[in-house]
């Protein structure tokens, strides 16, 4: 099957029947492989597709199974769209199964003029630091009359407690909070109190550790500065699909 780049296909490792299909957007790379490194090992070849991306459905792989990108046969890197980082920014991406069980179905949401909000950071607001840990305290922030609990940046970013300015991985929700299972039950949790979650979100700039887009595309661009890493190339050569 070959998806035509400008569709609206998802960026990364997207589950469908019988396996996942893998794409990354790669200009910069005359070659890219897809390495996968757990259960087992096997390097296999992507397909080139227009606009400079790559992309390849491998059946029989499930949620769980890691993998790397190989760039020009040399370099490993974990996918720029990733979903977790189980081990950190420098180690293989895995795969999740995009699939839970809500039990928020009732959730009516929060007019604006009702919402009380409370900016939380997952990694101290608890002892265990954990998306678990704020779930086991909401009666606190309930009894206090919150109506919207607001959660720092939770991209995936180098080291365990960050202020999660300077992630590096704005899909993959990090890895020491709980991942993507532990935000989705802290979702549930908190509508079932009556509580809202807005995510405090980064875009114009990514951090400095980990950070390997450069490697796969033009993502950045010199003529802005910001103190936390890189600005993104939204208005320069070549951004139109970093704007995608």
């Not at 980064?202 to 595309?217: A, I, S």
Request: with cysteine.
């Amino acid at each position: 099957m070959t998806t035509n780049h400008q569709s609206g296909y998802k960026h990364g490792a997207v589950r469908e029947e019988g396996g996942y299909r893998f794409r990354v957007w790669a200009p910069r790379a005359k070659e890219v492989r897809l390495k996968l490194t757990a259960p087992g090992e096997a390097v296999l070849e992507m397909e080139a597709q227009a606009g400079g991306y790559y992309e390849r459905l491998v059946e029989g792989v499930e949620a769980g199974a890691r993998y790397l990108y190989r760039l020009d046969g040399e370099k490993e890197r974990p996918d720029p769209a990733s979903r977790y980082q189980p081990e950190g920014v420098h180690a293989a991406s895995e795969l999740v199964d995009e699939r839970f069980a809500w039990t928020d179905e009732g959730w009516p949401g929060l007019k604006l003029e009702d919402c009380v909000f409370y900016e939380l950071h997952t990694g101290t607001f608890s002892a265990a630091g954990t998306f678990d840990g704020v779930s086991e305290r909401l009666h606190h922030l309930v009894e206090l009359g919150i109506t919207m609990i607001e959660l720092m940046p939770v991209g995936q970013f180098p080291g365990e407690r960050n202020w999660g300015y300077d992630g590096c991985y704005p899909y993959a929700v990090q890895a020491s909070y709980g991942g993507p299972e532990g935000l989705k039950r802290l979702v549930n949790a908190c509508h079932a109190v009556g509580v809202g979650v807005a995510l405090d979100v980064v875009y114009n700039h990514l951090g400095p550790e980990g950070n390997y887009l450069g490697e796969f595309g033009p993502y950045f661009t010199e003529r802005y500065r910001t103190p936390w890493g890189q600005a993104v190339n939204f208005d320069g050569a070549e951004s139109d699909e970093v704007r995608r």
